[in-house]
């Protein structure tokens, strides 16, 4: 089968797109043919080796995919041939502590798909076969394929620990972003406020047209001070954070009391110094969130099909052409989701 491999870590000329032998399904798994694999951060740092996460290579790229199922290993009564399904990045064990206290999404007792096994960026992907999620009908591989990661991150974190309501007023940072364009739409799904920040003024100018009510240029503007000034002092009931460094510091500060930031990104810088001090006198919440569960994505999708949400989608291009995705990764050069179809 044709797939996007690396053999060694590096640049973006260390994706390959080859011929690999496709793989098969084995106990407790099946096979997915692909329809659609979309393009995440992750997959630039796992390229480069700097993830945190240890990568056997030669390894086939891709951490988010939709397709139909198409073989069956032994012992699987979850699934069928022919079901349209999505790829929870979360390869767990249903018996699991994590599962059966609903964290279903990071629990990682068999590993990830496109990091500790073979991933999506290709014509077939094996998986758990407990690790599916039905897409709803109508919906098609590339808009499904674009919603995962972005609006089931983005509703775990502005819905399920962010608690989100009419009332509230909610900071966006990395606008631009897959789960930055995202969260403006749950959170204006749900009639909040909502004042979206990013690094340059047109992606701000896109983020007005998702329903931001309020835009901050983080590279000329500070962030305390603006969110100060259109709050009337009073700051933010949540911050949905992807960014890290300074941008994470100063949304700290623009916090309101008894509010809450929910981080799950931090290309900006890692390690920050934080006023622990400021954290316990304003009773606010610093919340780290990995990926939403099942039932969290199954939703979204639904939301999707139904139109109340929609992914920005920046491109969809054949696998053949995965070293543009990167490099518009690399430099930040997207608004939105991209996505790779065979």
């Known amino acids: 089968m044709k797939a996007v491999v690396i053999r060694e870590h590096g640049g973006i000329d260390k994706l390959l797109y080859e011929d690999v032998e496709k793989p098969s399904a084995g106990p407790g798994e099946v096979l997915v043919k692909i329809g659609a694999s979309g393009v995440n951060h992750l997959d630039h740092d796992l390229r480069e080796g700097v993830a945190g996460f240890g990568v056997t290579l030669p390894h086939v790229m891709g951490v988010e995919g939709v397709g139909e199922v198409v073989e069956l290993g032994d012992g699987v009564s979850s699934a069928k041939l022919g079901d349209r399904v999505a790829i929870d990045f979360a390869q767990g064990d249903p018996q699991s502590n994590m599962w059966l206290s609903g964290l279903d999404g990071v629990d990682f007792t068999h590993g990830r798909i496109g990091v500790s096994q073979w991933g999506t960026h290709a014509e077939y992907t094996r998986c ?195 070293r543009e995705s990167a490099r518009k990764t690399a430099e930040r050069d997207v608004f939105g989701k991209m996505v790779l179809v065979p």
């Not at 990395?174 to 979206?196: E, P, Y």
């Open 128 to 322: 758990l076969a407990t690790s599916l999620m039905p897409l709803p009908n109508g919906l098609s591989y590339e808009t499904a394929a674009a919603s995962i990661v972005g609006f089931g991150t983005s509703w775990h974190m502005t819905v399920t620990l962010g608690e989100v309501r009419a009332d509230k007023t909610v900071l966006v940072n990395a606008a631009g972003s897959v789960v930055g364009t995202s969260a403006i739409q749950v959170a204006k799904l749900h009639g909040a406020r909502v004042i979206a920040s990013a690094g340059s003024d047109a992606k701000l100018e896109k983020a007005k047209e998702l329903g931001a009510d309020e835009v901050i240029n983080y590279t000329t503007q500070s962030i305390r001070e603006e969110v100060r000034k259109m709050t009337d002092g009073f700051g933010v009931d949540l911050v949905i954070e992807s960014v890290g460094g300074d941008v994470l510091v100063q949304s700290i500060d623009a916090v309101c009391e008894n509010g809450r930031l929910i981080t799950c990104g931090a290309h900006a810088g890692e390690v920050v110094p934080i006023n622990i001090i400021e954290l316990f006198r304003k009773h606010m919440m610093l919340h780290g969130s990995h990926f939403a569960g099942k039932r969290e994505v199954a939703h979204v999708l639904k939301l999707v099909a139904e139109g109340k949400l929609s992914p920005v989608m920046n491109a969809v291009m054949p696998f053949s052409e995965v």
